[in-house]
Nanobody, 116 residues
C-alpha cells in the first residue's frame, strides 16, 4: 500500500503562484512515476504533469511553460510549481503514484482556486 498526502493548495489571484507538494509513504518502489491530475467542477479528471523517478517529465499542453513538476527521490516527494495561474486552473489537484506492477494510488486532493 502507498499513501499520498498533498499540501499547498489555496486561494490565489490570477497571475499568482502556488507550489503543491505530495509526500508518498508505504511500500515505495525506486522506479515509479508520480504526477498531478486535476478535476474542475463538472469536468473529468485530467492530466497536469508527470515525472518518472529518472526525471523525465510530461505536461498537458494547457500548462506548458507555466507549471513545473519536480521530485525529491530521497524524500519520496513530488512538487508542482504553478506560475501565471489562470482562473481555468481552478480545480482539485490530485497526486498520483504508479509502478508497473500496481494499479496506481491517488491522494485525497487539494483545492486550488484562482480568482480573476
Amino acid at each position: 500500500q502507498v499513501q499520498l498526502v498533498e499540501s499547498g493548495g489555496g486561494l490565489v489571484q490570477a497571475g499568482g503562484s502556488l507550489r503543491l507538494s505530495c509526500a508518498a509513504s508505504g511500500k515505495i518502489f525506486s522506479s515509479n512515476i508520480m504526477g498531478w491530475y486535476r478535476q474542475a467542477p463538472g469536468k473529468q479528471r485530467e492530466l497536469v504533469a508527470t515525472i518518472t523517478s529518472g526525471g523525465h517529465t510530461n505536461y498537458a499542453n494547457s500548462v506548458k511553460g507555466r507549471f513545473t513538476i519536480s521530485r525529491d527521490n530521497a524524500k519520496n516527494t513530488v512538487y508542482l510549481q504553478m506560475d501565471s495561474l489562470k482562473s481555468e486552473d481552478t480545480a482539485v489537484y490530485y497526486c498520483h503514484y504508479i509502478v508497473v506492477t500496481s494499479p496506481g494510488y491517488w491522494g485525497r486532493g487539494t483545492q486550488v482556486t484562482v480568482s480573476s
